[in-house]
């Protein structure tokens, strides 16, 4: 019996094949780590056994530099569309991810003090 997902799966596949994301044995490691999901969500994802919720597809489309609605339906081009500039797509470096990770966690006082500092 088909996984219910194995399109969107295939999908998946092909957009972190795209960045090189950690091919191999590391790759569900490395995407459950990324997502701060257990690495048995992310082996569901990528054998389509399950879908990630919307917003979760949105920031995987964002850090793969892939369309919405490609990832999320497999309809249209797989490259971000007119309107979608690909500056909003750009993954992100680890240090990126742990610096807004960090700034998240922030209470928003001392948010707005960092923006200040920053700017």
Same mark, same amino acid.
């Given at each position: 019996?088909? !996984?219910?997902?194995? #399109?969107?799966?295939?999908?998946?596949? /092909?957009?972190?094949?795209?960045?090189? $994301?950690?091919?191999?044995?590391?790759?569900?490691? !490395?995407?459950? !780590?990324?997502?701060?999901?257990?690495?048995?969500? @992310?082996? /569901?994802?990528?054998?389509?056994?399950?879908?990630?919720?919307?917003?979760? &597809? &949105?920031?995987? @489309? *964002?850090? $793969?530099?892939?369309?919405?609605?490609?990832? @999320?339906?497999?309809?249209?081009? &797989? @490259?971000?569309?007119?309107?979608?500039?690909?500056?909003?797509?750009?993954?992100?470096?680890?240090?990126?991810? #742990?610096?807004?990770?960090?700034?998240?966690?922030?209470?928003?006082? *001392?948010?707005?003090?960092?923006? /200040?500092?920053l700017a």
């Amino acid at each position: 019996m088909a !996984a219910p997902y194995e #399109h969107f799966a295939s999908r998946l596949r /092909k957009a972190l094949d795209r960045t090189d $994301f950690v091919p191999g044995r590391g790759r569900t490691s !490395a995407l459950a !780590a990324r997502y701060a999901v257990s690495r048995e969500t @992310a082996r /569901k994802w990528l054998t389509g056994l399950a879908l990630p919720e919307l917003p979760r &597809i &949105i920031e995987l @489309a *964002k850090d $793969f530099d892939v369309s919405l609605e490609w990832l @999320a339906t497999g309809r249209g081009p &797989i @490259a971000p569309g007119v309107g979608e500039t690909s500056a909003l797509y750009r993954r992100l470096s680890d240090n990126e991810n #742990h610096l807004l990770d960090a700034f998240r966690k922030l209470p928003e006082s *001392k948010r707005q003090l960092l923006v /200040k500092f920053l700017a």
